[in-house]
Structure formats: C-alpha cells, structure tokens
C-alpha cells in the first residue's frame, strides 16, 4: 500500500484497508471465528471495534463480534452508555463486567499498568472461555507496539514485541491486533471522523512518563515517518513465535 494513498485517502478508509491488511496476511481472523472485543472505552478499542463491523462484507469471512468491557473499582469515567449505544449501532452486544483491580492488590503493593493488565486479561481470557470465543482483539497499534519493543530492551533487557496474533497453548483462544499496522494519528483522525473522539474516556494510570520518554525518542530518529516505522515492527516481530509469548503492554 503506497504513502501517496495513505496521505489521500480519508482516514476511515485508511483504517479500514491498513486493518484488512493486518487480517488478511497475517491471517487474524478466519471464517467462523468468534471475536471478543475488549473495549476500554477510548479511541483505539472503538476504532476497532468500528473497523471490525464495517469491514465483514469485504473481507468475505463469516464471523461474529462482541464487545466486553472491564470496569474497575478505582476508574469510573467511561461513559458506558454511549459506548454501549454506539456499539449496538455498529451490531455488536456489548457486556460490562466489573473486576476489583485495586481490592485485588497485596498489601505494600502499588497500583501500576502491568498489574492492572494482568487482572483484566485473566478476566477476558474467562469470559472468552466460558462463551466460546475463540479469538480476543485487542486495540494496540502500530505506535504501541513498537514503544513497548524498545521498552523491553531498554528497561529489561529483553528482545521481546506484542505479536499480531498470539495463540495460547493452554487456553483455546489467541489475542489478535488488526490494528498493527496503523499509527495513532491515524486512529485519532478515524476517531475524530465517525464521531467517536467525542465521549471517549481515558484512566487516571494511563500517563507513563517512561513510555512518553521512548515515544519522544522514536519520534526523533523516526522522524514521523509511518514507511520507518513499519520497518521497525517488522524487524521487532520478526523472530516472534505465535505461540505462548510474554506479553507486557495493558490492553
């Protein structure tokens, strides 16, 4: 898919075929599978949940959505109502679930991204289970993804990326991300276009001043551009199994 087209093209479009893109050659998903997504509430998990519903007809596969969202004891502002009408109006059934994120934590431990993550997978990686899902979508994008690669590598040492799709071996569900392959000015731009920006809601723990450090750097020798970063998810993925692999970045 050329630059020229993804600098013309309007955003929903570009969503929609940098989307099927992802799908369609790293074969996310397939016909018959039963998709769970896992709403937060913001930008990046309702863009997907939008592209995933308008794109059915052109993708010629046959499978059904719904939508799941965790809420927390210590997050209370996504405006669930206009989440859940906005979904149905795309075809989605939508379900809340509450998880005690923080009634979960040891004593002498602090509230942190990754603690938070692990307790909202473990519940989704649940329900899917209990209702048959086969495949979970979750909202990372290209800019996630390749914050976290460098992340693992300077913090911890690891060669380590959020894989496209990730299929557990103890559980029959795999993780999927359609929207690897977009930047997050794209998906704000889509955002902003379906009206979606608008009653998005954002947690009060998302604000992690070492990844806006990585993000900063990125953008430096990137400079900007969508082509490098692409060549970048590329080489951080490119030794990843599809199998049980570590998984570090929140939903």
């Given amino acids: 898919m050329s630059g020229r087209f993804l600098r013309r093209a309007g955003s929903g479009t570009v969503v929609q075929k940098l989307c099927a893109k992802a799908i369609l050659e790293q074969g996310l998903i397939n016909d018959g599978d039963r998709v769970l997504i896992a709403v937060s509430g913001g930008k990046d998990s309702s863009v997907l949940a939008w592209a995933l519903s308008v794109l059915r007809p052109a993708l010629k596969k046959d499978y059904l959505l719904r939508a799941v969202h965790i809420s927390s004891d210590f997050c209370s502002c996504c405006k669930k109502s206009a989440l859940k009408t906005r979904l149905e109006s795309w075809n989605i059934p939508f379900e809340d679930l509450f998880v005690p994120v923080m009634g979960r934590l040891k004593e002498g431990k602090k509230m942190n991204c990754y603690w938070c993550s692990t307790q909202r997978r473990t519940e989704l990686l649940k329900y899917a289970m209990e ?20 992340m693992n590598m300077t913090a911890k040492g690891e060669l380590s990326a959020m894989p496209m799709l990730l299929r557990y071996r103890k559980y029959p569900v795999s993780l999927i991300r359609p929207l690897a392959y977009l930047e997050e000015k794209q998906i704000i731009a889509c955002a ?40 970048i998810l590329k080489a951080a993925l490119s030794d990843t199994k599809d199998s049980d692999t570590k998984d570090h970045a929140p939903y």
């Fill in 131 to 150: 209702h048959d899902f086969n495949k979970i979508a979750l909202g990372h994008h290209l800019d996630d993804i390749i914050e976290t690669f460098f």
């Fill in 192 to 231: 902003s276009e379906q009206d979606i920006i608008k009653s998005v809601c954002t947690c009060p723990y998302g604000v992690n001043s070492k990844r806006r450090e990585v993000r900063g750097h990125i953008a430096e020798f990137t400079g900007g551009s969508g082509a490098v970063k692409r060549r």
